[in-house]
C-alpha cells in the first residue's frame, strides 16, 4: 500500500465491528477493530486513512463514530494528522504474536472461580490524591453496605478476594480498559502500596535491577529497596530508546498517566516496551492510579497489547471512590497466582469481607460507573476553576506544565526557588500541595496542587494562602 491511501471499499471490509464485545460502544469497537488492523500489520505504517464522511458512509454508522475512534487512535499513538491532508497510520514497531481480539472482553463463567502516600487525617486545602468526598454518593454506598451485611455469608472471605468483586472487576476492566481479564486472575489488595509490595517480594530478589520513572511516585522505590532491589531510575526519553535500558528484572511505569505530569506513553513506545521486556526477561508493572480521569477518552492498558504474560496490572479506588475504603488490586499471569496468593495468605489472610462485597454491589448496580462519569465532569470545572484563579492572582506568570485532566495540577516554580521548603511553609498554613521535586530531584521545581477535593471558597482559601507564601518569593529584587 502506498501513501495514495485505503480504497474505501477494503477498508469496510476488513473491518468487522462485531468481533468485539457487544457491550462496548460503537466507536470503541471501531477503535479496536482498527487499532487491531493495524498492530497486525494488515494496515500499514504510511497509509492514509478515509475520511470520517467515508468510512462512516461505509461502515453505516455516524460521522461522529468515526470521528472518536480517529481521536482515541491518535491519543494513543496510532495515527498522526497532516494539516489538509487527513489522517495516517505511524510506523510502529512490530506486535509480535498478536492475540485475535487482543483487546476484547474475555468471556467468563462465574463457575470459573474455583481454580500512593497515606493521606492525613485532616487533608490540607489542594491537596493532591484526595477525591471529592462531599459529592460521594453516600446513601447509594450505605445501600450496598446493607446488602452486603444482610448476606448469610459473612465468613472469612478467600485470600485471593471476594469472587463476586473479582468479576466486577474483570467486567470493567473489560469495558472500559480494552483489557482480557479472568477474574481468576485478580488479587485484591489493601491498596496499590501493598500490590507493590508484593510484587517487589515476589518477583525481585536482593541485589535484581529495577527501573523506576522519573517523576514518579516515592512509595515505589520505597517498596522495591525493602526487597533489596537496586533502583535506577530513567525518565520519557529513555523510554523512546529501549536499546539503551539494558537487562533489568522490572520496570515500573505510569503509562496512561505519568505520575504527577500526567503525560501518555504513545503506542509505538508501549510496543518497544514489550519487546524490551521479553528479549530481557523482565517484568513490566503498570501502574494506574487515575486514568478513569484523564482529558478525552480513555486510553487503552499497555496490559491489553501484552501477547507474553510480561505485564501485571496495578489498580485502586482510593483515587475513584475514597481513600479510607484501602481495596486495590493486581491483574497477575495466570501461572503466578497461585504464589501471590500463597504470600498474601502469610501476609495478612485476606481483607474485610463486607466493603468488597459492598463493591461489588457497588459496580454491578451501575452506581460505580455513574459516579466516575459525574466525578470526571466534576474534576474538569474544578480544574478549570482553579487555573482561573490563578490566572487572576499574582502568580498569573508561573506555568502550568503537566498534562492536564487528572486530580491535580502541576504548577512550575523558577529555578531559584526551593519548592520542598515552599511545600513546608504551605503545610504550615494549612495547604496540602506538594513539591514537584519529591517526585524528580533532578527536575524542575514546582508544585502539585490537588483540585479535586475543593469546592469554590475551599479553593479560593488555598489560592490566598498560596500568593501570600509564594509572591514573595517571585518579586524581583531592587
Excluded at 20 to 35: I, K, Q, S
Excluded at 262 to 271: E, I
Excluded at 425 to 440: H, M, S, T
Aim: hydrophobic share 45%; net charge positive; charged share 20%.
Amino acid at each position: 500500500m502506498d501513501e495514495s491511501g485505503l480504497a474505501r471499499t477494503d477498508l469496510g471490509l476488513f473491518l468487522n465491528l462485531n468481533a468485539t464485545d457487544a457491550a462496548l460502544p460503537t466507536y470503541r469497537r471501531l477503535f479496536l477493530a482498527l487499532r487491531t488492523a493495524i498492530l497486525s500489520g494488515r494496515v500499514q505504517g504510511g497509509v492514509r486513512l478515509p475520511s470520517t464522511r467515508a468510512l462512516a458512509a461505509q461502515l453505516g454508522i455516524a460521522r461522529n463514530t468515526v470521528k472518536s475512534a480517529y481521536e482515541l487512535l491518535q491519543a494513543e499513538g496510532y495515527l498522526h494528522s497532516r494539516h489538509g491532508a487527513g489522517c495516517f497510520v505511524a510506523a510502529l514497531p512490530v506486535a509480535q504474536g498478536l492475540r485475535s481480539g487482543a483487546a476484547g472482553a474475555l468471556a467468563y463463567n462465574a463457575g470459573d472461580e474455583d481454580q500512593m502516600p497515606a493521606v492525613r487525617a485532616r487533608p490540607g486545602l489542594l491537596q493532591p490524591g484526595l477525591p471529592a468526598l462531599d459529592q460521594f454518593p453516600y446513601r447509594r454506598w450505605q445501600r450496598a453496605l446493607q446488602a452486603a451485611a444482610s448476606t448469610p455469608a459473612l465468613t472469612a472471605t478467600d485470600p485471593q478476594g471476594d469472587a463476586g468483586l473479582r468479576v466486577e472487576i474483570a467486567r470493567w476492566l473489560g469495558l472500559q480498559r480494552g483489557m482480557q481479564v479472568a477474574p481468576s486472575q485478580i488479587l485484591i489488595t489493601s491498596g496499590s502500596q501493598q500490590g507493590l509490595y508484593l510484587i517487589a517480594n515476589q518477583l525481585t530478589t536482593a541485589g535484581d535491577r529495577v527501573l523506576l520513572e522519573r517523576p514518579g511516585f516515592s512509595g515505589t522505590e520505597q517498596a522495591m529497596r525493602l526487597a533489596g532491589a537496586c533502583v535506577d531510575h530513567i525518565d520519557q526519553q529513555a523510554l523512546a530508546r529501549t536499546d539503551t535500558l539494558g537487562a533489568a528484572r522490572l520496570m515500573v511505569l505510569t503509562p496512561s498517566r505519568n505520575f504527577p505530569m500526567g503525560h501518555t506513553l504513545a503506542a509505538d513506545r508501549r510496543l518497544a516496551l514489550l519487546n524490551w521486556a521479553a528479549g530481557h526477561d523482565a517484568w513490566l508493572v503498570e501502574d494506574d492510579y487515575d486514568s478513569e480521569f484523564a482529558a478525552g477518552p480513555a486510553l487503552s492498558a499497555l496490559f491489553s497489547l501484552d501477547t507474553r504474560d510480561r505485564v501485571i496490572y496495578a489498580g485502586t479506588f482510593s483515587r475513584t471512590l475514597f481513600p479510607g475504603l484501602r481495596l486495590g488490586y493486581l491483574v497477575l499471569p495466570p501461572a503466578w497466582v497461585a504464589a501471590f496468593v500463597a504470600v498474601r495468605r502469610i501476609m495478612d489472610g485476606g481483607l474485610s469481607s463486607l466493603p468488597q462485597r459492598a463493591l461489588a454491589a457497588f459496580m454491578a448496580s451501575g452506581d460505580y460507573s455513574r459516579h466516575l462519569r459525574r466525578m470526571k465532569r466534576l474534576y474538569a470545572q474544578r480544574r478549570a476553576r482553579l487555573e482561573q484563579q490563578l490566572a487572576e492572582s499574582p502568580l498569573r506568570a508561573l506555568p502550568i506544565i503537566d498534562a492536564g485532566g487528572g486530580m491535580h495540577l502541576c504548577l512550575g516554580l523558577p529555578d531559584t526557588v526551593d519548592d520542598i521548603a515552599i511545600a513546608q511553609r504551605l503545610a504550615g498554613e494549612g495547604v496540602g500541595a506538594r513539591a514537584l521535586r519529591l517526585y524528580d530531584p533532578e527536575g524542575r521545581p514546582g508544585l502539585v496542587l490537588g483540585f479535586a477535593a475543593d469546592a469554590e471558597d475551599a479553593m479560593r482559601r488555598g489560592v490566598d494562602r498560596l500568593v501570600r507564601v509564594l509572591a514573595p518569593r517571585l518579586r524581583a529584587p531592587d
